[in-house]
């Protein structure tokens, strides 16, 4: 007698999902790391209102941009590996880009810096990190994961 759960079949184009999701959290990722790594002179080449952005993010929102970036990757790597932790790991994610995304358009001016458009990008990482919860607690249920 066997204790292992067996997998249900997964579609052709789970794995197809999961890699894109892995990219999109790469770049999420290199972002982070280059929003971190930022030297003053780096800085300094941007526009005095950008500074300004930088110079007054508090280490809360960074924390949570690491908690977004880090917990998204993670998820999708356990999401290839068709590991249940996935759900886990991609809330984490989520929790982290509500309160990062929480500073950036309740707490800082980044409307007033960078206009309306520069919300189509902070739009799209909550949005995709909604579909990337709802997509891991479709495959648990559904048994594509482990």
């Not at 800085?43 to 005095?48: D, E, G, S």
């Not at 300004?52 to 908690?67: E, Q, R, S």
Request: proline share 3%; aromatic share 14%; with cysteine.
């Amino acid at each position: 007698m066997s204790n292992n759960k067996s997998i249900a079949a997964i579609p052709s184009w789970f794995i197809y999902v999961a890699f894109f999701a892995l990219i999109w959290n790469v770049m999420g990722v290199i972002a982070f790391i280059s929003q971190i790594t930022m030297t003053a002179e780096m800085l300094a080449k941007l526009p005095q209102a950008e500074q300004d952005l930088y110079a007054n993010i508090p280490l809360w929102a960074t924390i949570a941009f690491a908690f977004a970036v880090w917990g998204g990757l993670l998820g999708c790597i356990a999401l290839m590996l068709k590991k249940s932790i996935a759900c886990q790991l991609f809330v984490l994610s989520l929790i982290g880009v509500c309160v990062q995304m929480f500073h950036s358009f309740f707490i800082s001016n980044s409307f007033d810096v960078f206009g309306p458009g520069g919300a189509i990008m902070p739009v799209m990482v909550i949005i995709i990190a909604i579909a990337l919860v709802r997509f891991s607690f479709k495959a648990k249920n559904r048994q594509w994961l482990n």
